[in-house]
């Protein structure tokens, strides 16, 4: 719940010490009684581990960078691609033209 509520870990263990009136509130109640005004419900609807988060967002970066691999090769095959049509459409139009012709030249 702490996590949900962007809380710094660091200040939760300082401000646990600093007493709010004459009886200050166990930390942890205190956390349920944050999360449930800002959220409208006594406690998050799962419960997911931070070793899990971290894994998760490992795996989600992981298979981004492939995606964007994938997609920069495929553009790679797509641009090689467009240049050997335009190649082949250029051979067409001038007959099969080598590098010794000089038709570009009349």
């Given at each position: 719940m702490a996590r949900e509520l962007r809380m710094n870990p660091q200040r939760l263990a300082?401000?646990?010490g600093a007493a709010q009136g004459l009886t200050p509130t166990p930390l942890a109640q205190r956390i349920e009684n944050l999360y449930?005004?800002?959220f409208k419900k006594p406690q998050p609807d799962s419960?997911?581990?931070l070793r899990q988060m971290?894994?998760?967002a490992r795996v989600r970066e992981?298979?981004?960078a492939r995606e964007l691999r994938r997609r920069k090769?495929?553009?790679k095959i797509d641009h090689a691609e467009a240049a050997r049509v335009s190649m082949l459409t250029l051979r067409?139009?001038?007959g099969g033209l080598g590098s010794t012709d000089d038709a570009f030249m009349d």
């Amino acid at each position: 719940m702490a996590r949900e509520l962007r809380m710094n870990p660091q200040r939760l263990a300082e401000s646990a010490g600093a007493a709010q009136g004459l009886t200050p509130t166990p930390l942890a109640q205190r956390i349920e009684n944050l999360y449930l005004r800002r959220f409208k419900k006594p406690q998050p609807d799962s419960i997911i581990p931070l070793r899990q988060m971290l894994h998760d967002a490992r795996v989600r970066e992981r298979d981004e960078a492939r995606e964007l691999r994938r997609r920069k090769h495929q553009a790679k095959i797509d641009h090689a691609e467009a240049a050997r049509v335009s190649m082949l459409t250029l051979r067409r139009l001038y007959g099969g033209l080598g590098s010794t012709d000089d038709a570009f030249m009349d």
